[in-house]
């Protein structure tokens, strides 16, 4: 799925949760997108119809990263009014499949693994060769629901928080950002 066909995803749930209102049993829907895929647009398109979103519950967003290539996909600049896809997917995951980890050695394997903590410092790296992974640590994670959120996630935000004199953006990469605006 590219993060751009977003009308078909809405009609492809609209279709399940159809057939499942007519008997089908289905378990989960898995969303896989394209290798460098936005996941903001497929995020917001669960939100989209009020149908679809009371009817499915995001999960968990795994984004698959590359222990070889990540390292400069994420320094690519991207063109004007676009996003780097590969910094989206890993600040918006909740877990990082680190694959292809035999293909690069410790020291490599290591420095990857900083990139992504200096992107997404909460999401769970998960190391994977050929992508193995046990099916627990990605399904059924329930990543998006107030029973993953615990006194001990808090800890460590606030211990960064004052390690870093009160600078809560010390540990941020600069090419990260967010604004608000706020209406009077």
């Known amino acids: ?109 290591i420095a990857v693994k900083d990139q992504i903590r200096a992107i997404n410092s909460m999401a769970r790296i998960i190391p994977s060769v050929r992508g193995r992974v046990r099916l627990p640590e990605i399904i059924d994670v329930q990543a998006h629901t107030l029973k993953c959120f615990n006194s001990d996630m808090v800890k460590p935000m606030i211990d960064l928080t004052e390690s870093y004199g009160g600078n809560r953006n010390a540990r941020h990469d600069s090419r990260v950002s967010s604004m608000s605006i706020i209406r009077e």
């Open 1 to 109: 799925l590219c993060c751009n066909v977003r009308g078909d995803l809405s009609a492809g749930l609209q279709e399940l949760l159809a057939a499942k209102k007519d008997g089908a049993h289905i378990d989960a829907v898995i969303v896989e997108t394209t290798g460098l895929a936005d996941p903001v647009p497929i995020l917001k398109t669960l939100r989209f119809s009020e149908e679809v979103y009371s009817a499915y519950v995001i999960d968990c967003v795994v984004a698959v990263a590359d222990a070889k290539n990540l390292p400069g996909r994420l320094n690519d600049e991207p063109e004007e009014g676009k996003v780097n896809e590969a910094r989206q997917q890993v600040a918006f995951a909740d877990r990082v499949l680190l694959n292809k980890l035999d293909l690069v050695i410790a020291e490599d394997a």
